[in-house]
């Protein structure tokens, strides 16, 4: 029988025992019956679009006929990409919870190679929608209702008629979604499956078990050195396989070069931000506001070292505790909290928000051996927004549920409203709604609980949310684009090399408060599996700036702000990012939010450093 009680009530994770899968309480496990109540289900329905998608052919050459037919084909690409992407996303799902688990290994790869096939069949439609012509397309986006809902994007697809090839190119390119897709699961099945890391040892000499799930739990505990030992015991285990992360980190970034040059793009930054419309100065501008903001860091670390009394701090020691008797906070209080805090976003938000989490199971929460390290928000038109996570009662995965929450309401909210063609947002938009619920939810505990260690406790959580978007995937980003820009030259990459740009990207953000291990912090590169989806790591920065500037106009009592705010939840990709992002009235073209941020982070610092001198 299983074990009721691997995941209590309280949810406070050990570091020492993790159960296996099997006995993990059902209620606390994501709702895999409400997308196929069962395996062989799944089969079924492989099976069927399988043997669907051939009949996608019955349109190829035949687009330009007439409108009626134009919409009967594009119905019939959109479906079927409904069903696959509800396909992969159990397999997918069902691998992220236990890797170990080689059914669902065997699954995911399955599933993803019926995606590189779906896409290959629907291949031939954005080339002849070309070869329709704009002037006919109008007319018939006038006349044939079904077609209307196309506008967008098909004004889309026109803009991004110079960097579209043949419809033998784009099959060759759809079928190379499946291989391509080796590097980032290779790097999954390593950090995740197969690397086994030293205990560290607290310190009375107590073995403590580092896993995936543990070190954000070790790292911001007390014990400074169980906290030192489970860094270097983790970051080690990385620098041991270095060579093999190394060569396959450079293998993606070479696939990212190969797809601009087949696409005619003059660089891998500019092919990225062009799928999306997104200017280049939105990239270089947060790099040079990141930069100078950097003494802002400096004296949080200065602070820091103050607050723990030590002579030099290490990085192992950016998540210790300022205060001791950090709050312990059940499941059920982390929702309540949650659901209060965005209650200005309506009633309706609140309870779905609520019903999610504790009544349709969304939330895959406890942990478990093989479980996938971080947290995500995943789902498909047609299931519910899952997460998964380990909830261990701080506040740090209370602030990790509501981040969670976020990209979950915004796909709620997306699905529900747009159809198929519209059902998926940036990358560049997924972060704003995730860093607004933590910023809501940050505002919503300072302002109900005065006391002065609870006070400090929720500054700490969000200087390591801070910290994760506005000085790690800035510092991840400028690395990125110095590697792309390598391998556009034609320059190999080698561990080496990468370890050491890294540390010295690494060594000018911490400005000289830091103690420096070159190689363990120089190998941060490949703990960070962000890096294999080509330039998503700037996009956080921008999300959480994009996130405090639209919760302070929540919060000011901006008239309208809150229903704009839900608009734009709901608009998916019937429009560009940053055209939703001033609907919901922020301009990301501008370097204002970015600074905004910055002046965030800089009253944070002021407030703690008032709380602990």
């Known amino acids: 029988m299983p074990n009721e009680q691997q995941c209590p009530e309280e949810m406070i994770v050990s570091s020492i025992s993790i159960p296996p899968r099997s006995e993990v309480a059902r209620e606390h496990t994501w709702n895999a019956e409400s997308v196929y109540p069962s395996p062989a289900a799944w089969e079924a329905e492989y099976a069927a679009i399988a043997a669907a998608l051939p009949g996608l052919a019955r349109f190829q050459g035949r687009l330009g006929e007439s409108a009626a037919v134009l919409a009967d084909a594009l119905a019939a690409r959109d479906g079927l990409a409904r069903r696959v992407g509800k396909l992969v996303f159990y397999a997918r799902m069902s691998y992220s919870v236990d890797t170990a688990d080689q059914a669902a290994a065997a699954l995911q790869g399955r599933a993803m190679g019926l995606v590189g096939q779906a896409r290959a069949a629907a291949a031939f439609v954005e080339p002849e929608l070309l070869a329709i012509g704009q002037a006919t397309l109008a007319r018939w986006l006038q006349e044939e209702p079904r077609l209307a809902v196309y506008a967008h994007s098909v004004a889309d697809l026109l803009r991004k008629a110079p960097h579209l090839r043949s419809g033998e190119v784009e099959e060759v390119l759809g079928l190379l979604v499946d291989p391509f897709a080796g590097t980032s699961t290779t790097a999954s099945t390593l950090a995740d499956a197969d690397f086994r890391f030293a205990p560290a040892r607290a310190a009375d000499g107590t073995p403590v078990k580092v896993t995936q799930g543990t070190l954000d739990t070790i790292l911001s505990g007390p014990d400074r050195e169980a906290r030192r030992t489970a860094w270097e015991h983790y970051t080690d285990t990385y620098l041991a396989f270095r060579n093999t992360l190394a060569n396959n980190l450079a293998t993606s970034l070479r696939q990212n070069v190969f797809a601009m040059r087949v696409r005619h793009h003059p660089s891998t930054l500019a092919a990225s931000l062009f799928e999306h419309n997104i200017p280049l100065e939105v990239f270089h501008n947060l790099s040079d506001v990141f930069r100078r903001h950097l003494p802002t860091w400096h004296r949080y670390w200065a602070l820091r070292r103050r607050a723990l009394a030590v002579d030099t701090l290490h990085p192992y020691d950016i998540w210790a505790p300022l205060v001791p008797g950090k709050p312990e906070v059940g499941y059920a209080q982390a929702v309540a909290w949650i659901a209060q805090a965005l209650a200005p976003l309506g009633a309706e938000y609140a309870a779905t928000l609520r019903r999610g989490c504790l009544e349709e199971r969304w939330v895959d929460l406890c942990p478990n051996q093989g479980k996938m390290a971080g947290a995500f928000s995943y789902g498909s038109p047609g299931t519910s927004p899952f997460i998964m996570m380990t909830y261990d009662g701080t506040l740090e995965s209370v602030s990790t549920l509501a981040h969670e929450l976020g990209h979950s309401m915004h796909s709620y909210l997306t699905w529900r409203t747009q159809p198929m063609i519209y059902t998926d947002y940036a990358l560049f938009l997924a972060e704003v709604a995730s860093n607004f619920h933590q910023a809501m939810l940050r505002a919503h505990l300072l302002a109900t609980n005065p006391d002065p260690a609870f006070q400090v406790a929720v500054i700490e959580e969000a200087m390591s949310n801070f910290h994760r978007y506005l000085f790690i995937m800035p510092t991840l980003a400028r690395f990125e684009l110095e590697m792309h820009e390598r391998v556009e030259r034609g320059e190999g990459l080698a561990a080496d090399l990468m370890i050491e740009r890294m540390a010295d990207l690494f060594a000018e953000s911490y400005g000289g408060e830091m103690s420096i291990d070159r190689p363990r912090?120089?190998?941060?590169?490949?703990?960070?599996?962000?890096?294999?989806?080509?330039?998503?790591?700037?996009?956080?920065?921008?999300?959480?700036?994009?996130?405090?500037?639209?919760?302070?106009?929540?919060?000011?009592?901006?008239?309208?702000?809150?229903?704009?705010?839900?608009?734009?939840?709901?608009?998916?990709?019937?429009?560009?990012?940053?055209?939703?992002?001033?609907?919901?009235?922020?301009?990301m073209a501008t370097t204002q939010p970015v600074e905004a941020a910055f002046a965030v982070l800089a009253g944070l610092v002021d407030r703690l450093e008032a709380l602990v001198g």
């Open 521 to 587: 912090v120089g190998i941060t590169w490949a703990t960070f599996s962000h890096l294999y989806s080509d330039y998503y790591v700037y996009q956080y920065a921008t999300g959480i700036s994009a996130a405090n500037a639209l919760s302070q106009r929540i919060l000011a009592g901006t008239p309208g702000a809150a229903e704009a705010y839900v608009r734009f939840l709901s608009a998916g990709s019937s429009l560009y990012p940053l055209d939703a992002l001033k609907l919901a009235g922020v301009d």
